[in-house]
């Protein structure tokens, strides 16, 4: 256990550079104390690791060295090739590139590594969209991750909701793949970052010069803030209805399963027939009559009065379709 410890704070020293005690405490998930007898081990070990004092200080290896102590465990191989999505690799341009380095990794494992990861790639596979529907076509993608990479200015147009075209002048600053989607989250200069869908750019070129990119501006970081604020925007209203027993999945399946999970641990007691009366989110009130309806009898709404009234009126047009 120790020795894997002492090997993750090397190579974060060799690929980092400086780093604090409480840095190195808070990537290895220690206490700073057993940093400090840590990078007392490895300097009784012939390390050439020191500490810099003062508020900037921190530990850092000595110039030019590297350690050889870089093999790869079988594990660890094998999630190399779980994370290489082909899919998203041709998309950027990327696909001969991202073959060729397979077969180097593979070339350069000992065999027992090489064996545990061919394995891996032959039983198991990452497909990225989401059923019934296809990725984005998405032409201009290369040239959006060619600035992104460069630090590129990038001037494009932009189709938004509506159909609206804009042109936008803009620093990006990153990519994310999400359900088989592409989106550039970048920022118009001296603005906040935004996210746009690399689908809706029709037209972009890239500007001269280069752009810095803000310190501390971390894309993980901004995603799930956003994807956390697009959930909060996104319910606009709130529905009581009473679920039939036995109807938990379909309604997750509708409703999303982490909305359902929070109404039913906030729901009471089953009544009698064993029915629960639960709050939900809704986008609107003409999305839930939609999304409840698929549901039948094994709903019932409850308030507000009119979401009532519009599943009655759809109901009853229904009895008249069928009657």
Known sequence: MRA?????LLLLLQTRGRMTAPELAAELEVSVRTVYRDVEALASAGVPVYADRGPAGGYQLLDGYRTRLTGLTAEEASSLFLAGLPGPAAELGLAEVAATAELKLLAALPPEPRSHASRMRERFLLDVPGWYRTADDVPHLAEVADAVWELRPLEMTYRRWGSQEVERVVHPYGLVLKGGSWYMVAAPPGERPRTYRVSRILTVRALPGRFERPAGFDLGAFWQAYAREFRERMY?????????????????????GDVVTAALAAAGEPDADGWKTLTVPVESLRHARWLLLRLGAGVEVLDPPELRAMMAEAVADLAKLYG
């Open 4 to 8: 894997g410890r002492l090997l993750s």
């Open 236 to 256: 606009t209203a709130e529905a009581v209805i009473r679920l039939a027993p036995g109807m938990d999945g379909l309604l997750a399946y509708t409703l999303g």
